[in-house]
């Protein structure tokens, strides 16, 4: 009798402190979202009936462009990844994912200075006598940055989906007389139909979070829009009815993504699966492959990373003022994405106990903050956060301290870490639970002893991915960071605000050396996790 009671007590527990940070990840947008439905005021229709069409209009090109390129890159490159084998492919694998170390505003940054009056590619081309001088600040320019950054997420899509081909498929049609032409058109690309969803979903998303780029450039999209509102405009109201027309887009996007990825499904047969068996290559396929590789992490990391040693020989001087900006990244980075893998885990241990429609719609709804951009996600913590202080103390308490960041963050990327975790606990089952449990263990014991030792490798890859977007993040940080504290990206952004811009050099390679160093240790625990099983 009382070993039930007790059970109960800590089955209760464990739900109070679920249901506890489901509550905080959902407040926020919610809050939010009972905001935008209130009366429109004279002023802020006015913003947004000037600027919408504007947004809207630079919006789409600007995705449906970096969409098409993103997919067509990461498909190539996984095929070639996936079909052949030459010299160096362990090592073009890593450096294919390594544009994931670069933010997208630092890409930017960069190559502005690259192509313009002064910059290398004019006095390149001054010495033959060639008149050069390429300006990328619009919505061009904006395009290709954006491929840069965020190619890699189509590609490690593809790769991981092409990887669990079965050849049979490609050998039935090449015996039936397809060529490669056909191979690809009518066998490769339709069967790879879910992997192209998923990825056209991911890059939507980040397209639309993208804000330290089009700011930049001057270009007006909806994520400077919103921000403008907020902060130029001083009118929330704005700035929130534009958050609503962008969450209502990305829902009827992912709405109809998922409905064609269930309308549209394929399924191997009952036989034994022979996975791809990549091809030796020589001669001119092998060049043509170098070429094409080389070109691509040349464009997205390795002219990035030469241009910034460059400019740090010319910054050096300043090294020293971005102590407390690397030490306060770094506190921020692991305090951060340590609460995100510590929600992640009490989330997914509790999902797995509890499957009913309603709980499943919880966990769906209180993950969805990466399908929302950060600038929405900040603005959205802020204004709760000012409510409740000026409810509770009648002045500004919690607003100016830290942890709307956290909570921020935590909206943000609960995802990534939730995925990873939940993926874990999956895969073990609860087969080993309750054979601790039969023995006389309890629940925390056995939550200590068998449960997490099982899923260590997941909750190493979930706060090394956490811990990257974190370090990398600019919109959420540069709203809800407190006073007189910079992280090593609001660093960067102030510099390059300052038209300081050979002084982002030190931050800028700190990040990347960071994230490298990280996506290699994320990769490491995959390869070993994968020989483990």
Not at 121 to 147: A, S, V, W
Not at 270 to 280: D, H, Y
Request: glycine share 6%; net charge positive.
């Amino acid at each position: 009798m009382f070993s039930l009671k007790q059970k109960k007590t800590k089955v209760s527990l464990w739900s109070f402190f679920s249901y506890f940070f489901i509550s905080v990840l959902i407040a926020p947008p919610l809050f939010f979202l009972v905001n935008s439905l209130s009366k429109t005021s004279p002023s802020t229709k006015k913003i947004v009936t000037m600027f919408l069409g504007t947004y809207t209009k630079n919006t789409a090109i600007i995705l449906v462009f970096t969409l098409c390129f993103c997919l067509l890159i990461g498909f190539i490159s996984a095929c070639i990844m996936s079909f052949y084998n030459f010299k160096g492919k362990k090592i073009f694998e890593f450096l294919l994912i390594l544009p994931f170390a670069i933010p997208s505003y630092i890409l930017a940054y960069i190559y502005t200075d690259f192509f313009s009056y002064g910059g290398i590619i004019y006095k390149i081309m001054q010495r033959f006598g060639i008149f050069f001088n390429l300006d990328i600040m619009n919505i061009k320019g904006l395009i290709f940055i954006l491929i840069c950054a965020f190619y890699p997420y189509s590609y490690i899509i593809f790769r991981s989906y092409l990887k669990r081909l079965d050849q049979n498929i490609l050998d039935s049609a090449v015996s039936l007389g397809a060529g490669k032409c056909k191979l690809i058109f009518k066998i490769l690309i339709p069967v790879s139909y879910p992997a192209i969803l998923s990825a056209s979903l991911l890059i939507i998303m980040e397209v639309l979070n993208a804000f330290g780029v089009p700011y930049y450039f001057g270009v007006q999209v909806f994520s400077t829009g919103i921000f403008h509102a907020w902060v130029s405009f001083q009118d929330i109201e704005a700035a929130t009815k534009l958050s609503f027309i962008l969450i209502l887009f990305i829902g009827v996007v992912s709405g109809l993504i998922y409905m064609m990825k269930n309308a549209k499904k394929y399924q191997y047969s009952s036989g034994a699966v022979r996975f791809i068996q990549p091809k030796n290559i020589s001669g001119v396929k092998a060049f043509a492959a170098y070429f094409y590789l080389i070109l691509l992490i040349s464009i997205s990391f390795i002219i990035p990373c030469i241009h910034l040693i460059l400019w740090l020989y010319h910054s050096i001087g300043n090294v020293s003022f971005v102590a407390s900006s690397f030490f306060f990244t770094l506190f921020v980075g692991i305090f951060s994405a340590s609460l995100i893998v510590i929600v992640s885990i009490i989330l997914a241990n509790h999902s797995r106990y509890h499957h009913d429609k309603f709980n499943k719609l919880l966990f769906r709804v209180a993950t969805i903050g990466y399908g929302i951009p950060g600038i929405i996600i900040a603005i959205a913590t802020l204004s709760l956060f000012i409510k409740l202080d000026r409810f509770i103390f009648g002045r500004l308490i919690f607003t100016l301290s830290i942890i709307p960041l956290f909570i921020a963050y935590t909206i943000r990327f609960i995802m990534v870490s939730f995925n990873s975790i939940d993926a874990g606990f999956n895969k073990c089952g609860l087969k080993f639970s309750k054979a601790s449990k039969s023995l006389g263990a309890g629940e925390i014991k056995t939550f200590l002893k068998v449960d997490l030792p099982l899923i260590k490798a997941n909750i190493i890859g979930a706060f090394l991915l956490s811990f990257i977007e974190i370090i990398k993040d600019l919109p959420i940080t540069s709203l809800l960071i407190p006073f007189n504290r910079e992280t090593l990206a609001i660093t960067i952004s102030n510099y390059a605000a300052q038209e300081r811009i050979t002084d982002i050099a030190f931050p800028a390679i700190l990040i990347i050396v960071i994230s490298t160093a990280l996506l290699y240790l994320f990769t490491r625990n995959e390869k070993n996790e994968i020989h483990k099983n």
